[in-house]
Every structure is written in structure tokens, then in C-alpha cells.
């Protein structure tokens, strides 16, 4: 390639920068002008917890009622901003409680003094919500509200040549400039940079870091402590968190106990620098980068904070509770940041039969992150990962996805204490669907009473290695079904290393059993809906039905209308119609007349009646008609004869409708009609 082609390229894909966010990223300037900064906007000095907080207030939120119960939806665990690859789905009141969490914490209420523990089984999203708020300080440390700003020393060093050149000294904990105020001025200073009248209290932070400090008071001694002219030698920068650069966001995890200690939380001497500064307590042969020093002013992330030796978790006492953490060789060092650990429940179970990790305990927030008990946010998830777009050359079949989800959600949930209610109807309930009989109070009852519910139970990611398993499976030529899906559910129990019982393998299998007789339910319904599907057939027989209870009503005749001739009401059509909405012979009458009074009274308003708009006869009308006419199109013998031409345009027709009207493709359609059609020749179908 040519350079000028070179050239070209690189020109065009420099002109997707934008050089002006570029340069607000990179703003460097003086002290001076950092006080001018926060004179004009306070806020650029909040702590760790008020800054976290405001970036999840930043997305919005929502409120809803939710039996009975107002809960707040926070955007921010829907990250739209990344295309909701770590949307929280199924949460929204453990998560209401860590932003309460934030929120006391920002306020200055005592929380901020606690490590956040996130605590529940595994595949609950622990990592996934600690994760969101990693990235989300990221993305809000680059916008104008969520500014933040640290500095840098520039001094003068002698070079062993005699030359002076500058030296330049970020400062290692990237705190914040106000730091740089000695404590006893601080109080005047705040409260002119923000009065009262501002409604913002600037905090009063935090003191150097021991490099800072030593620094500080080097030049002090040099200048005979005028404060001016050392503030010369300090330069503010725009401060951006990134956990890639280790700039504010930090990660910490066990590893082998031999191979890891307290240093990379606190830092560790620099041996080489040692001979230039002649000390190893000389801060400037020290590196303070532990995972500790580099989060401050951000977050720090403990995975699996409960499997780490016992000398790091004392490490988290001082620095939960005072804020401060103990380098080698260096007095105790202020920091300012959100720890959030997380934790599976068999090592929660160990810290609260430990006696010695009171004090750990005492200084921890625990946060419970169950599995998802609803049944269309669980859905959410796996819609996320296989949806057509994310799939390519194979079809999901309808309810896939939906049976697979409700498996999942069946085995989290207790046993209702209420005999007349099975767990099926539990998960419908909870589902927001009502049932006879069960009112919001109802569920709010059964939800109290279950204590553990959420806490046990099958994660979403052995679904989703299920799912995947059954895409690249050969048996599906084009398209997966929900039988695929659950027959892999159950081949994988034998192996499943969470499931250590019989008793709980059986169980497994047994709610297996309960989703492919709902399953069966669902598809035998829709293929009734789509055999029934003739508009213009069911408006004729409801027609037919309102002439004759008409007659009925009014003790009248009906008139045939093929002989003209005027005869007693068909009680025998009236009752195959009312029986499919479980109309007894007792309320016949009561029935009949609701239905002429409600005609009446539309036409009192100038308005047709329209079968539509009673749902209980609508769904009897098509029942009767689907009765009328699966024997026409021989259903029953679909599976083991040849069909007639006749026959196959009707069944043809049928299919088409499934594809249109409920997402099936040519090869699901055809095998939900097989099945169907199986289950009728068994004798199941519905009276």
C-alpha cells in the first residue's frame, strides 16, 4: 500500500476522535485554577460513596407498584449505555436496598464506614452488579457531572552532571487537590469556595498520603513555609477512573495463600530506588500501588472476599471502619473509596460460625442477591443471549426459552403452605397473573412466608449451557424446541455438581415433568386458536348463539334459517358453547340473561355488540369451533396417515396462521401439529 493510502486511512480513522472531549479529559491547570473550579461547581469533590450514588441517580429511575408495594426500578442496572450486556433483570429490590446502602452512605449516616458485602448463591448476579458499578464509575468520570480531579508534583532534580531538570510526581493515590489544604484552614477555606447559601458541603477529606506529605513538606522547608509558592509546584489534571490503567477502580481476588500477601492491598517497597533515596522508609522508594491506593477516590472489588486469608480481612477492618489502610514501614494512610464484596453462602455460613471475625462481621452490610422468582424476568436473560440476532441458521422455536425459564424458577421456589395452591400456581401468581381466590395480600403472604425462597435452586447459567448445548446439537435440522431443551436440562442433572442428593435430582426431574405437561397445555391451545382462527366461521356461530338465547330469553322461537321454518331454541348448540367456559346447568340461565342484558345496554349507547369484547365467550366461541372442526381436518390421524388434499390445504392453512400469529417457523409448526396431534390420538384433548 502506498503512504499516501496509508495516510488516507489514518486520516479517516482519526476524524472519528473528538478532540474537544479529548482535551476536557486532559485538562491540566493550576491550583488556582482548580479552586476556581470548585468555586463554581462544589460537587467536583465528593467522596467515593456520594460520586457512586449520583452516577446511579444519573440514569434515572422509575416506580411501580408491585402487589401493593412501591419499588423503584434504577436504569443504571439495565446498562443501556453498553447495550444491556449486564442488564440486571428479576432485582429490583435487592438492588433498591444497595442504593439505599449508597444513599445513607453519601449522607454520611454510617454506612460508609461498612464493607458491602453482596451475598448469595451462584450464577445471582453478584459479580455481574459489582461489575455494572465498576464500569459505570468509568463511563461517569468522563462526563462533566461526574468530573473528578487529582494532581501532580513538578520539582526540580539534580542530575549527578550538575544539570537541574523537572521532575514530574503524579501523585500516587490520585487524591483529591483540597487535600492539599492543611486540616486547621480547611473549615475557612470550604466555607468560602461554597457558602451555606449553596446547599453543597464540601467534605473535609482527607490528609496527604505519606509520598504526598513528604513532598509537601520538602518544598515548605525550602520555601520557608509559604504556602503560595509551593502550590507553584503542583499541577491539577482531570482525574478518569479506568480498571484497565488502575486509576481509581481496583480488583481483588484470592489466589494460592504462598503466593499472595497483605502488600498487594497496601503496596510494597521499591528495591531499586532504594540506593537513590538512600532509605527504605524514604515514601519515594516506596510503591503505593495495592489495590487499596490505587481505587481511592473510586471502588475496590473483593471476589470471594470470604475465601481470602484471615490477615487480609483484617486489612478491611481499618479500612472500612476508619477509612485507613497500614503500608509497610508508613503510619496509617487515609483512603476514600466503596469496598463491595461478594460472597456464595457456605463461606457466609463459616464467617457467622467464626467467633474471631466478629469484628468483620459487625463492620459488614450484607446485601442478599437470590435467583430471580419471576418467571418474564427470568425470560429476559436468556432472550438476551439467543434472540435471531445473536443466532444465526437456527430457529427457537416459541416457549423455548419460557419452559426452559420456568423450570429454573420452579426449582427456587418452597412449597406453598397453602394445600389448595400448587407451585406451579405459586410461580403464575407470582408471574402477575391472577387467580380465583388470591388476592396482592395473598401473595404478599406468600412471599413472607418464604424465608429461603430465591436462596437454592438452579442458576441461570447451567440453563444457558443447556440452550447452547441444544443449538449446536444435530437433532435440531433448523430449529430447537422446547423438548430439546428440557430433555438436555435433564440429561445434565446427572452430572451437575451443585446437586449432591437423590431426593433433590428427583425433585428436579419431577418439576421437569410438571413445565411438559404446562407446555403441552400452552401449545394445545394455540393450535386450538389456530384452527379457530376463522373470523368470519366464529361471528356465524356466535350469530347462531345469541339468536337462540334470544328466543331463549324472550320465550320465543328461533327461525331456521335453511327451512324457514320457526323452532324451539337449540338448547344442545347453547349448552356445547357454555360448557367450554364451565358454565354449570345451574347458571344457564343467569349466564344467558348477563349476555342479552349487556347487549341491551350497548344498544342503549348506539353501540354493536362484538364478540370481542366478552373474553368468556370469545374463548368458548373458539373452542366450539375448533371442536367443529379438528375431526374435518383429521387431526387424530395426522400422525399416521396420509391426508387427502382437502385435508392438507386446511392443515396448511393452520400452519400458516402458527407462523404468522405466534412466531413458529415451517419446521416447528409442522412438529407442534405432530405433537398436538399425538396427544389427541392418546385421548387427551380437552372436553
Known amino acids: 500500500m502506498k503512504d499516501a493510502e496509508k495516510g488516507s486511512w489514518v486520516s479517516r480513522i482519526a476524524a472519528f476522535q473528538d478532540v474537544k472531549t479529548y482535551a476536557e479529559l486532559n485538562w491540566e491547570g493550576s491550583f488556582e485554577d482548580y479552586l476556581e ?77 461498612r464493607v458491602i458485602l453482596l451475598h448469595g448463591p451462584v450464577g445471582s448476579s453478584k459479580s455481574t452488579i459489582a461489575r455494572l458499578l465498576k464500569k459505570g464509575m468509568e463511563e461517569y468520570s468522563k462526563t462533566p457531572e461526574g468530573a473528578a480531579y487529582t494532581f501532580s508534583w513538578l520539582t526540580d532534580k539534580k542530575q549527578p552532571d550538575g544539570t537541574v531538570t523537572k521532575e514530574k510526581m503524579k501523585c500516587p493515590m490520585n487524591e483529591e487537590p483540597l487535600n492539599l489544604i492543611p486540616r486547621e484552614w480547611r473549615d475557612k477555606v470550604f466555607s468560602e469556595l461554597s457558602p451555606p447559601e449553596s446547599g453543597y458541603t464540601i467534605p473535609n477529606g482527607c490528609e496527604l498520603c505519606p509520598a504526598c506529605r513528604f513532598v509537601f513538606k520538602e518544598l515548605m522547608t525550602q520555601y520557608g513555609g509559604d504556602f503560595a509558592k509551593v502550590m507553584g509546584h503542583v499541577h491539577v489534571n482531570r482525574l478518569i477512573f479506568s480498571e484497565k490503567d488502575r486509576v481509581g477502580i481496583g480488583t481483588f481476588q484470592p489466589k494460592d495463600e504462598k503466593n499472595q500477601d497483605s502488600t498487594e492491598l497496601t503496596g510494597d517497597i521499591n528495591y531499586r530506588k532504594i540506593a537513590e533515596y538512600g532509605s527504605d522508609s524514604d515514601p519515594r522508594a516506596f510503591n503505593f500501588d495495592g489495590e487499596f491506593n490505587i481505587a481511592n477516590r473510586g471502588v475496590i472489588e473483593f471476589v470471594e472476599v470470604l475465601k481470602l486469608d484471615v490477615a487480609f480481612l483484617y486489612d478491611l477492618l481499618g479500612a472500612s471502619q476508619e ?98 395452591l400448587s407451585l406451579l400456581q405459586k410461580l403464575k401468581l407470582y408471574n402477575g397473573k391472577t387467580l380465583p381466590n388470591f388476592t396482592e395480600d395473598n401473595i404478599k403472604e406468600l412471599r413472607k412466608e418464604s424465608v429461603r425462597e430465591g436462596l437454592e435452586g438452579i442458576s441461570a447459567r447451567y440453563i444457558q449451557d443447556k440452550i447452547s448445548n441444544a443449538l449446536v446439537s444435530d437433532k435440531g435440522e433448523g430449529c430447537i424446541n422446547p423438548f430439546m431443551v428440557l430433555n438436555e436440562l435433564e440429561a445434565g442433572l446427572k452430572t451437575h455438581s451443585l446437586i449432591n442428593t437423590e431426593d433433590a435430582r428427583k425433585r428436579m426431574k419431577e418439576l421437569l415433568t410438571t413445565v411438559k405437561q404446562e407446555y403441552e397445555d400452552i401449545v394445545k391451545n394455540e393450535v386450538q386458536r389456530a384452527i379457530s382462527a376463522d373470523e368470519d366461521a366464529i361471528g356465524k356461530l356466535c350469530g347462531n348463539y345469541i339468536d337462540n338465547i334470544k328466543a331463549f330469553t324472550q320465550k320465543e322461537k328461533v327461525r331456521n334459517k335453511y327451512t324457514g321454518i320457526y323452532e324451539v331454541p337449540d338448547e344442545r348448540l347453547m349448552r356445547s358453547i357454555e360448557e367450554k367456559i364451565d358454565i354449570p346447568e345451574s347458571r344457564k340461565d343467569d349466564f344467558r340473561g348477563e349476555i342479552m342484558n349487556y347487549i341491551g345496554a350497548l344498544a342503549v349507547e348506539g353501540k354493536t355488540f362484538n364478540y370481542r369484547t366478552n373474553e368468556r365467550l370469545h374463548k368458548a366461541l373458539e ?31 393452520v400452519k400458516d396462521r402458527l407462523m404468522k400469529n405466534y412466531g413458529y417457523c415451517e419446521i416447528c409448526s409442522t412438529d407442534v401439529l405432530n405433537f398436538v396431534a399425538s396427544i389427541f390420538a392418546r385421548g387427551d384433548a380437552k372436553e
Do not use: C
Open 37 to 113: 473550579i470548585v468555586r463554581k461547581n462544589p460537587k467536583v469533590t465528593r467522596t467515593a460513596f456520594q460520586r457512586i450514588y449520583d452516577m446511579i441517580l444519573s440514569h434515572g429511575k422509575s416506580e411501580y407498584i408491585d402487589n401493593k408495594k412501591k419499588l423503584t426500578r434504577y436504569h443504571f442496572f439495565s446498562d443501556e449505555r453498553f447495550g444491556g450486556r449486564d442488564a440486571i433483570f428479576g432485582l429490583d429490590v435487592p438492588l433498591m436496598k444497595l442504593v439505599n446502602v449508597f444513599k445513607s452512605a453519601a449522607q454520611g449516616y454510617g454506612t460508609e464506614k
Open 323 to 420: 477509612h485507613k489502610i497500614k503500608p509497610k514501614k508508613f503510619p496509617q494512610t487515609d483512603i476514600d473509596e466503596v469496598i463491595i464484596g461478594h460472597t456464595n453462602e457456605p463461606e457466609y455460613k463459616k464467617l457467622e460460625n467464626n467467633e474471631f471475625m466478629e469484628a468483620l462481621r459487625d463492620r459488614t452490610v450484607k446485601i442478599d442477591i437470590p435467583y430471580i422468582t419471576k418467571l418474564a424476568e427470568e425470560v429476559k436473560i436468556y432472550e438476551k443471549d439467543f434472540n435471531s440476532r445473536a443466532i444465526k441458521g437456527k430457529h427457537i422455536a416459541p416457549h423455548t426459552l419460557e419452559m426452559a425459564a420456568m423450570w429454573a424458577v420452579l426449582t427456587r421456589l418452597e412449597e406453598p403452605k397453602k394445600h389448595n
Open 623 to 653: 373452542l366450539k369451533l375448533f371442536e367443529d372442526q379438528k375431526d374435518s381436518i383429521k387431526l387424530k390421524n395426522l400422525v399416521s396417515s396420509v391426508v387427502d388434499k382437502e385435508t392438507q390445504e386446511k392443515i396448511d392453512l
